[in-house]
């Protein structure tokens, strides 16, 4: 029973397509995230949201627009697909005491921009 | 403008020894570390972390240390395992707040060889 899960696991698609990452929670978290794990591995955030408000939105592209239809959702829809959105996006929620600190991560979507 | 660095891309050290993952930072308002392993196709897990209250916080074989003037942290494990291949990632956060925001380190590839 997967705590965070995220949908699809891959996606190969052409440049100028739109597409969506759905990502659902189990765990009653409040908070949830979207990361960007680059060529350079490093695990850089994008956004956050806390009971469907917005909380934290990085320099990112306003072709990147996520949505929060309830708590236990943080889905990610990217408009006009570029080369540069190749990556692994992650999704993240992180709860209440007493592991208020700590993130769980879904498996992650693998994104390949031709 | 790296906040969280890990100098160490990769690392490999012999089964039943020490393997010691280091962790520098820049920012002096981060309060709280964490450390996270992430096998491949996964994503990643939490470990262990530690508050800039402490110096010190162990759990098993794993202990995380904490100089707060040198601005780094290390993850020791004792005794290393097979198991315990895979890729570290240090996280450092600022506040205690829905936007606290988690600043991830490039991660290093451990490697524990039978």
């Known amino acids: 029973d997967t705590a965070v899960s995220q949908t699809p696991k891959y996606l190969v698609t052409q440049m100028g397509n739109d597409k969506s990452i759905k990502c659902e929670q189990n765990l009653g978290h409040d908070t949830m995230y979207w990361y960007k794990q680059d060529s350079k591995k490093f695990l850089k955030i994008m956004f956050s949201y806390n009971n469907k408000e917005l909380i934290i939105n990085e320099t990112v592209p306003n072709r990147f627009s996520p949505k929060s239809p309830d708590k236990a959702h943080l889905n990610l829809h990217i408009n006009s697909l570029e080369l540069g959105d190749s990556a692994v996006y992650f999704c993240a929620s992180r709860g209440g005491y007493p592991a208020k600190n700590i993130q769980y991560f879904g498996a992650g979507t693998r994104l390949s921009v031709l | 403008d790296q906040q969280v660095k890990q100098n160490s891309p990769s690392l490999s050290v012999q089964e039943g020894r020490i393997s010691i993952l280091n962790c520098d930072y820049t920012?002096?308002?981060?309060?709280?570390f964490l450390w996270y392993k992430k096998y491949p196709a996964e994503g990643p897990t939490f470990l262990i972390s530690?508050?800039?209250?402490?110096d010190k916080n162990e759990d098993g074989r794993f202990t995380v240390f904490l100089n707060k003037s040198a601005k780094h942290l290390s993850l020791h494990i004792v005794p290393s395992q097979p198991g315990d291949s895979a890729v570290y990632f240090c996280?450092?956060?600022?506040?205690?707040?829905?936007?606290?925001?988690?600043?991830f380190g490039p991660g290093t590839r451990l490697s524990v060889l039978p």
């Open positions: 920012n002096s308002m981060f309060d709280y």
């Open positions: 530690i508050s800039s209250i402490k």
């Open positions: 996280a450092a956060s600022a506040g205690d707040n829905y936007g606290q925001n988690f600043v």
